[in-house]
T-cell receptor, first 113, second 114 residues
Framework: ELKVEQNPLFLSMQEGKNYTIYCNYS?????LYWYRQDPGKSLESLFV?????AVKQEGRLMASLDTKARLSTLHITAAVHDLSATYFC?????????????FGKGTHLIIQP | NAGVMQNPRHLVRRRGQEARLRCSPM?????VYWYRQLPEEGLKFMVY????????ESGMPKERFSAEFPKEGPSILRIQQVVRGDSAAYFC????????????FGAGTRLSVL
């Protein structure tokens, strides 16, 4: 069974600071997704990472993937209040037979002024 | 191009009633996925459908739950004889071709069972 673990699960930080969210997964996967969810809202796609060493950046967010370590990171640079949300990583199982995404429990990020 | 549309947004049912959740995929998308989210949890995959076919239902509970995606009309997730443990947010996602494309999510249906 594919397991996806995120840490930390809760993060409170001040504006202007940098921090990293980690996503570990338990078995081979050929793609990893990062989503953002605001309270009571749907999930917004942030990044899709397809290969080892992939790095993508959008504004203050940067995501990377190490398939050998089965680890993805989401790095936040100079955080601003608008980035407060829950961030999920999700993995597509590449072993066949299961077509849905497996999600981590999410990281609740609160950015304080 | 409208996004993934789910309705209703909120649904209240008493124990033993039936719940029907609807999902219209994005235009041009022929693949639909249903997920369930319990409070403070990530989404759990339930079922993956294409038009008139269930491709993968490995995440569906064996009883009371069913899903369909007819040739015409929205995909339906049906929960019979609901119990309190069915209370959750149910999200639908769609993608244009294979399941390896980005999945675009709807706003979800929040089911409350009294």
């Amino acid at each position: 069974e594919l397991k996806v673990e995120q840490n930390p699960l809760f993060l409170s930080m001040q504006e202007g600071k940098n921090y990293t969210i980690y996503c570990n997964y338990s078995t081979t996967s050929d793609r990893l997704y990062w989503y953002r969810q605001d309270p009571g809202k749907s999930l917004e796609s942030l990044f899709v990472l397809l290969s080892n060493g992939a790095v993508k950046q959008e504004g203050r967010l940067m995501a990377s993937l190490d398939t050998k370590a089965r680890l993805s990171t989401l790095h936040i640079t100079a955080a601003v209040h608008d980035l407060s949300a829950t961030y999920f990583c999700a993995v597509m199982y590449s072993g066949g037979g299961a077509d849905g995404l497996t999600f981590g429990k999410g990281t609740h990020l609160i950015i304080q002024p | 191009n409208a996004g993934v549309m789910q309705n209703p947004r909120h649904l209240v049912r008493r124990r033993g009633q039936e719940a029907r959740l609807r999902c219209s995929p994005m235009k041009g998308h022929s693949h639909v996925y249903w997920y369930r989210q319990l409070p403070e949890e990530g989404l759990k995959f339930m079922v993956y459908l294409q038009k008139e076919n269930i491709i993968d239902e490995s995440g569906m509970p064996k009883e009371r739950f069913s899903a369909e995606f007819p040739k015409e009309g929205p995909s339906i997730l049906r929960i019979q004889q609901v119990v309190r443990g069915d209370s959750a947010a149910y999200f639908c996602a769609s993608s244009p071709r294979t399941s390896k494309n980005i999945q675009y999510f709807g706003a979800g249906t929040r089911l409350s069972v009294l």
